[in-house]
């Protein structure tokens, strides 16, 4: 499975289309993915240098075009425009210097998914040719256990990048590259120590990202003759000395995004502040309403559903049951007033807040940090609301987006945190589960919060309770097991180190069976996996290879294998590891019984090659007759029958077939 030969086989089940030309031993390297188009057209066309001489990112060009090691370490405090300055770099380089078919470099972000994130294995790095690859490190550095010691491994990595036209820019904070080590690590070293101008920042993405130069005047720096601060009403919202290049692009993304009109332009102003003054001014206004409060609760996590959907979510927020008194029921303002009251546009009797881009997540954070009280009841609210059936059951990605970026906002693990006890509030549901699940893989990706959500998903995936586990099981079978595919394993490998197969174990395999099928993580599944059952005897090892070589879900994983088998003879030798050490393990043995009976059936629909399948088994076979499961397949069980797949099976195996001593059916039908 060489670089850029793929193939998939799913649901060609009575043919064999193998992945070929590559070796599923080969050591695989860090994921990574290309840097996104928005980014290149910032560097390319709005790019605001820090000083007349270019700053941070003409240093880091100069390195990187010098003759020492295709390294440049970008160092420095949050909110100065690292990122952007290594990417414009590596741009600068790729038209320099391009490749020796006359294209650019391929720009591309290398992911940090270190099995043991203290001690990154800088081997992994991966070195093609005619690549510049970003790493940012800027969360991780300071948990790094020997920074001198990867550091210099960085270095010597970017002197073999050199040697085939590839380059590397780090990302790193303020204070954790050693550079005072050693000369050696001090001369890669650009400090980013001053950002951008926002306002050229702004001015820049208005006029050449969103292409709106007809607002430029909403960002005009000009002073006012009335000595109120700038002509320009939004140009005011940005400071020299405090706002962050990205503070500038999130507010001309907002002024593009607005009504070109005098209410479109406080719009974007104030959803740029965050909603702050509307939102204290709202919750002063409503201090003896509790209701309306609720109201505006209720309608942040449904907003867009049916007006009384969202009342009757209110009441059920504060403990009460709908109304019975009718002259309580026609006293006071219509439901209608009441949202607009709180800032909801009715229309068509469905209540939305989206016409207030930011005010929903804004709401929410105030409460959150104002009233912590209120997190416990909230949470076992939002699960009522969530249920199968109810307004929110339809809404789940939009509140999960809510609650990831209420703990990037806060930046703190403690919301995290606070999120993972709603795991254990009795309530055990696919769909409460699955809401946490998302919540804390959006939250894994995040570039601050990310590496301490991380820490806490492999501690977590260690937890006795079967539920808590379960909800590593299905982080890791989403986005976060696509970006950080080794983290990803090793947490699985946790989870079905578990001593009894219960709900957690089978959603672990299940997210195994689904990260090995993506052809780019099968290597790296496969490798990870023969090393935990054969090197290290996990009880986990023999489960994560019983299950990857079950052809009943997916044939592919298995075809791939055999396939990689008869051109590689240490892979059909890990495979007859694996399964010596599988059998070996008695707490396994069903799941070697159920998978004998699996390939029986792939056989018999030619789904995989029958000659190297038959000598594996027979190997096997010769090892453990005498050892169950093997004998029980082969001589048969009391009570148990099997179908003409097994017993064919048992012909080739040159082995004596025992009548069935009677006939129920086999555990698995064709």
């Not at 990574?32 to 060009?61: H, K, Q």
């Not at 208005?206 to 607002?215: A, G, T």
């Not at 190997?619 to 397949?633: K, N």
Request: net charge negative.
């Amino acid at each position: 499975m060489g670089a850029g030969v793929q193939a998939d086989v799913r649901g060609n089940k009575y043919s064999r289309i193998i992945v070929a030309g590559g070796n599923v031993t080969d050591k695989d390297p860090l994921p990574v993915t290309e840097i996104p188009d928005r980014e290149l057209e910032v560097v390319r066309e709005a790019w605001v240098p820090v000083a007349s001489d270019g700053g941070t990112a003409v240093d880091a060009f100069s390195l990187l075009a010098s003759d020492g090691p295709a390294l440049a370490v970008i160092a420095g405090p949050v909110g100065l425009g690292k990122r952007t300055a290594g990417i414009r770099a590596l741009w600068e380089v790729s038209q320099a210097e391009p490749t020796e078919d006359g294209a650019g470099l391929v720009l591309a972000e290398i992911q940090p998914d270190w099995d043991t994130p203290k001690t990154p294995d800088t081997s992994l790095l991966p070195n093609e040719p005619g690549t510049g690859y970003l790493l940012d490190v800027a969360a991780e550095i300071r948990s790094w256990e020997r920074p001198s010691t990867v550091a210099t491994a960085l270095v010597k990595r970017a002197e073999r990048l050199r040697e085939v036209g590839s380059y590397l820019v780090v990302i790193a904070d303020e204070h954790g590259w050693p550079e005072e080590e050693s000369p050696t690590l001090a001369t890669p070293v650009v400090r980013a120590k001053s950002g951008p101008s926002p306002h050229h920042v702004a001015i820049a993405h208005l006029e050449r990202v969103h292409h709106k130069p007809e607002r430029l005047t909403w960002l005009n720096t000009s002073a006012s003759t009335t000595g109120t601060g700038m002509v320009g009403k939004a140009a005011n919202l940005l400071h020299k000395e405090t706002s962050t290049p990205a503070d500038a692009a999130r507010l001309a993304t907002l002024l593009a995004q607005a009504d070109n009109s005098p209410q479109g332009l406080d719009n974007a102003i104030a959803a740029f502040r965050q909603w702050r003054k509307l939102i204290v001014d709202l919750f002063e206004e409503t201090k003896d309403r509790p209701a309306d409060r609720a109201l505006l609760i209720s309608a942040l996590f449904l907003s867009g559903d049916k007006a009384v959907s969202i009342e009757h979510a209110a009441q059920r927020l504060l403990g009460k049951e709908p109304e019975a008194d009718v002259e309580v029921i026609l006293r006071g303002p219509d439901l209608t007033a009441r949202l607009a009251a709180v800032h909801a546009k009715v229309t068509e009797r469905h209540a939305t807040l989206d016409h207030r881009p930011g005010y929903a997540q804004a709401v929410l954070n105030h409460l959150w940090h104002q009233r912590p009280d209120i997190h416990t009841h909230l949470l076992k609210w939002l699960d009522d609301v969530t249920a199968p059936g109810e307004p929110g059951a339809t809404r789940l990605a939009a509140i999960s987006n809510l609650l990831v970026e209420l703990a990037i906002a806060e930046n703190d693990i403690k919301v995290i945190e606070k999120i993972r006890t709603w795991i254990t509030n009795g309530n055990t549901s696919d769909e409460h589960l699955q809401l946490i699940a998302r919540v804390f893989a959006k939250a894994a990706e995040a570039d601050g919060l990310g590496p301490k959500v991380r820490a806490r998903l492999l501690s977590w995936a260690q937890d006795d309770e079967e539920s808590v586990a379960k909800v590593i099981a299905l982080v890791c079978q989403g986005n976060f097991a696509d970006r950080f595919p080794r983290q990803a394993l090793v947490r699985l490998r946790h989870i079905l180190d578990r001593a009894e197969p219960d709900a957690a174990v089978h959603r672990a395999e299940e997210a195994l069976r689904t990260l090995a099928a993506d052809p780019r993580h099968l290597l790296r599944a496969w490798g990870m996996v023969i090393k935990w059952a054969t090197e290290h005897g996990h009880l986990a090892g023999h489960r994560a290879f019983l299950s990857l070589l079950n052809p009943q879900h997916d044939p592919y994983v298995l075809q791939v294998l055999l396939d990689s088998a008869e051109q590689d003879p240490e892979v059909k030798q890990d495979l007859l590891r694996g399964w010596r050490a599988a059998l070996a393990d008695s707490r396994v043995a069903d799941q070697c019984r159920d998978l004998m009976i699996a390939w029986a059936y792939a056989l018999a629909d030619g789904l995989v090659p029958h000659e190297l399948t038959i000598d594996i088994l027979r190997q096997v076979v010769a090892e453990h007759l005498y050892d169950s499961p093997v004998s029980a397949f082969i001589f048969g069980e009391a009570g148990v029958s099997y179908d003409e797949p097994v017993i064919a099976l048992r012909k080739e195996l040159q082995v004596p077939i025992r009548p069935q001593a009677s006939t129920v059916p086999q555990p698995w039908g064709p």
